[in-house]
């Protein structure tokens, strides 16, 4: 009898060891202070260039944690840009914010307020920062705001660079002139946009000096600007082509930037490392994120660091099916993942990949996983 409760007891603890190890626990944290946990595992981030972020878009509890995670990468990653699911027009506004306080830019915005939330709580760390050390928010996505929109931001961005440095030049003078009286719906304004762009483009040594670091902003805008959504071109898809404008973007910042690194907040969708086969219902294609990681002639070419989101809030029964089928996990790893964070305000794990059972969690993917509770 003693024997057969020594194998007893043998066999419990075996199997709760072997529960115990089944999510690898990368870090955790309570009361959200990130960046104190994580010191000691900075050279885990070492290699990589690339952070990107997955969200559940329009959740309060985004503010905090994409705050957070910015402020410790940049501290510990040197990340110095921030690329948002935006087009240029809006971060050429959350630019002008950031740099003169006026709130005035946010507001033109048109953007949610939980992203308003989170732009002001990254102004207050903006503002402690060395002149020399600033960092950027750049909109990498097609342009959602249309045309008055994009015309919008380019003239307050005119205005802005007059009243700083006292001057503008003939072209922007013009610009300013004529788009009181172009009319949008039938193409004016576009065209317009379009000229003032291409001119920018065709000297920079000379409007890169007038606009500064803002230069940047106008040419994605001119790449974004010309992406028409209800237009397919060469038999791709709106998505796909998407996808494309992005990674040029992308690209295009390193080409400026090449020792710096980024930090990235899309949707959870789009942060697959390889092949999306079965990642997503809506997305067949080849995502910007696997671009970078993947294409030969990608900087980023295996430097990708891929977080995804789930929250406390995503585990209940009608989110189960869908973490199931489209993070490939079961409702017994949500289980667990929710066991393992209790206590923690934000808890991320590694994604295991130790065992044929573990490789479900489909580590081309992601690498992390972050458990949000509250």
Same mark, same amino acid.
């Given at each position: 009898?003693?024997?057969? =409760?020594?194998?007893?007891?043998?066999?419990?603890?075996?199997?709760?060891?072997?529960?115990?190890?089944?999510?690898?626990?990368?870090?955790?944290?309570?009361?959200?202070?990130?960046?104190?946990?994580?010191?000691?595992?900075?050279?885990?981030?070492?290699?990589?260039?690339?952070?990107?972020?997955?969200?559940?878009?329009?959740?309060?509890?985004?503010?905090?944690?994409?705050?957070?995670?910015?402020?410790?990468?940049?501290?510990?990653?040197?990340?110095?840009?921030?690329?948002?699911?935006?087009?240029?027009?809006?971060?050429?506004?959350?630019?002008?914010?950031?740099?003169?306080?006026?709130?005035?830019?946010?507001?033109?915005?048109?953007?949610?307020?939980?992203?308003?939330?989170?732009?002001?709580?990254?102004?207050?760390?903006?503002?402690?920062?060395?002149?020399?050390?600033?960092?950027?928010?750049?909109?990498?996505?097609?342009?959602?705001?249309?045309?008055?929109?994009?015309?919008?931001?380019?003239?307050?961005?005119?205005?802005?660079?007059?009243? =700083?440095?006292?001057?503008?030049?003939?072209?922007?003078?013009?610009?300013? =002139?004529?788009?009181?009286?172009?009319?949008?719906?039938?193409?004016?304004?576009?065209?317009?946009?379009?000229?003032?762009?291409?001119?920018?483009?065709?000297?920079?040594?000379?409007?890169?000096?007038?606009?500064?670091?803002?230069?940047?902003?106008?040419? $994605?805008?001119?790449? $974004?600007?010309?992406?028409?959504?209800?237009?397919?071109?060469?038999?791709?898809?709106?998505?796909s082509t998407r996808e494309e404008l992005i990674y040029?973007?992308?690209?295009?910042?390193?080409?400026?930037?090449?020792?710096?690194?980024?930090?990235?907040?899309?949707?959870?969708?789009?942060?697959?490392?390889?092949?999306?086969?079965?990642? $997503?219902?809506?997305?067949?294609?080849?995502?910007?994120?696997?671009?970078?990681?993947?294409?030969?002639?990608?900087?980023?070419?295996?430097?990708?660091?891929?977080?995804?989101?789930?929250?406390?809030?995503?585990?209940?029964?009608?989110?189960?099916?869908?973490?199931?089928?489209?993070?490939?996990?079961?409702?017994?790893?949500?289980?667990?993942?929710?066991?393992?964070?209790?206590?923690?305000?934000?808890?991320?794990?590694?994604?295991?990949?130790?065992?044929?059972?573990?490789?479900?969690?489909?580590?081309?993917?992601?690498?992390?996983?972050?458990?949000?509770?509250?």
């Open positions: 009898m003693m024997v057969k =409760k020594i194998i007893l007891l043998v066999f419990i603890y075996s199997c709760f060891h072997a529960k115990a190890q089944y999510f690898e626990k990368y870090y955790g944290t309570n009361n959200g202070e990130i960046k104190k946990e994580l010191f000691s595992f900075n050279k885990r981030f070492e290699k990589y260039k690339f952070i990107v972020f997955g969200e559940e878009h329009f959740r309060e509890e985004n503010i905090e944690i994409q705050y957070k995670m910015f402020e410790y990468m940049y501290l510990n990653q040197d990340v110095k840009h921030f690329l948002i699911e935006y087009g240029p027009s809006r971060s050429i506004l959350i630019n002008l914010y950031l740099e003169t306080g006026n709130i005035k830019f946010l507001n033109q915005t048109s953007a949610f307020k939980e992203d308003i939330l989170l732009y002001i709580k990254l102004k207050s760390f903006y503002d402690n920062l060395v002149d020399s050390n600033k960092f950027k928010v750049h909109g990498i996505d097609y342009e959602k705001r249309g045309v008055s929109g994009v015309k919008n931001s380019i003239t307050e961005l005119i205005l802005y660079i007059e009243a =700083k440095y006292g001057s503008i030049s003939n072209h922007s003078i013009k610009f300013l =002139k004529t788009q009181d009286s172009t009319n949008d719906f039938n193409g004016e304004s576009k065209k317009l946009i379009l000229t003032f762009l291409e001119e920018l483009k065709r000297f920079p040594e000379e409007y890169e000096k007038e606009y500064t670091h803002y230069y940047d902003d106008l040419m $994605a805008l001119y790449q $974004a600007f010309r992406i028409n959504k209800k237009i397919e071109k060469k038999n791709k898809t709106f998505v040029k973007q992308v690209i295009s910042l390193n080409k400026r930037y090449p020792t710096d690194n980024f930090f990235c907040v899309f949707g959870t969708s789009h942060i697959a490392l390889t092949n999306q086969d079965g990642w $997503a219902r809506f997305i067949g294609y080849e995502g910007f994120i696997t671009k970078i990681n993947t294409r030969d002639e990608s900087p980023f070419n295996s430097k990708v660091l891929s977080i995804m989101h789930l929250y406390k809030s995503c585990i209940p029964p009608w989110k189960k099916s869908y973490a199931k089928e489209n993070f490939g996990l079961s409702r017994k790893n949500l289980r667990e993942l929710d066991d393992k964070s209790k206590g923690s305000t934000y808890t991320i794990f590694e994604v295991p990949n130790k065992t044929e059972e573990q490789k479900r969690f489909k580590k081309n993917y992601y690498q992390l996983i972050l458990v949000n509770r509250f």
